[in-house]
């Protein structure tokens, strides 16, 4: 049985459904055709969960999203040709000393520090995040059509792509379908320039999870084979790219994998599409025709 790709966008206002529904597909497969010479299997179906509209009124229009969204699905600009028998050259980025992480984190874990400064930058820069964090009726809202298709799909294998807050709606429906009684199989979770390793995320996610007591948070439960983080080192969302010291394993032993990568999007390290055309789909077990 083929699985279904079924994916969730990010925060701000979109295209509408059907046009970046096309666009998302047509990013895979230009990652797909660049880095393995082949294309997704005919029988793989792609769902887009789609919520933007239960924040903005009307979607956005190609001609006024030129700098936000790809105008026209072709005019994704061909990458220079890569050859899958050669070793890519990454492209050096800065990082942080090993001390002022550690540093970082035990001031933290001390003073909640972090914690101050980046509740008021959700509210000022993630609108769209601190409403679903004090909003039940949004949050509810959001969450809809994520929870539709994976239970729609719960018998077939599901690979689940999240960007963004999506990322972050995603970790708790997740949570929320893996007490059913017969859960959603996630075989492949990715998420792409995710902010679950915010500390004001983090502190949120016992209370809309239902787990208030919980020390620790894990892995959902209905991930039964890998949790794929990728993330850009320069994007800001993402300050803490690192998930895999954030997160327990869930029962199935699965622990996030945290993956660097260069998003190649013109001028925005956080872009999706940038994310969806790395090497990294190609990499991590998408079924495909060889061209």
């Known amino acids: 049985m083929y699985p279904i790709i079924i994916a969730i966008h990010g925060r701000g206002n979109k295209l509408p459904t059907t046009t970046l529904s096309a666009h998302w597909q047509q990013a895979l497969k230009h990652g797909l055709q660049r880095y393995n010479q ?4 005919p029988q793989i179906d792609f769902k887009m969960a789609y919520y933007a509209d239960h924040f903005y009124q009307q979607p ?11 105008a026209q699905i072709h005019t994704i600009k061909p990458l220079p040709t890569y050859n899958r028998h050669d070793k890519e050259q990454p492209i050096p980025l800065p990082t942080p000393p090993y001390w002022a992480t550690k540093m970082a984190e035990w001031m933290e874990d001390k003073f909640n520090l972090f914690s101050f400064i980046s509740k008021p930058f959700l509210k000022s820069l993630l609108p769209d995040i601190h409403y679903y964090f004090h909003d039940p009726s949004y949050q509810r809202a959001v969450e809809q059509p994520l929870i539709k298709l994976l239970n729609q799909y ?3 294998p599901i690979i689940l792509l999240s960007h963004s807050m999506g990322t972050v709606i995603a970790y708790n429906v997740l949570h929320q379908l893996s007490r059913q009684t017969t859960p959603p199989q996630i075989s492949t979770w990715f998420t792409f320039g995710s902010p679950l390793g915010l500390t004001s995320v983090k502190g949120f996610l016992p209370k809309i999870t239902h787990q208030p007591s919980v020390k620790k948070l894990a892995t959902p439960d209905c991930v039964t084979e890998q949790w794929i983080n990728v993330s850009d080192k320069t994007d800001i969302v993402c300050i803490d790219h690192d998930l895999s010291d954030d997160y327990l394993a869930n029962r199935h032993q699965i622990q996030p994998q945290d993956c660097y990568i260069t998003n190649h999007y013109p001028g925005n390290s956080h872009k999706s599409y940038g994310y969806l055309w790395s090497d990294v789909i190609a990499k991590y077990g998408i079924p495909k025709v060889t061209l």
Request: proline share 0%; aromatic share 0%; glycine share 0%.
């Open 38 to 41: 082949s294309q997704l299997h």
């Open 60 to 70: 956005l229009v190609l001609s006024a999203a030129t700098t936000t969204a790809i």
């Open 154 to 156: 719960q018998h077939r």
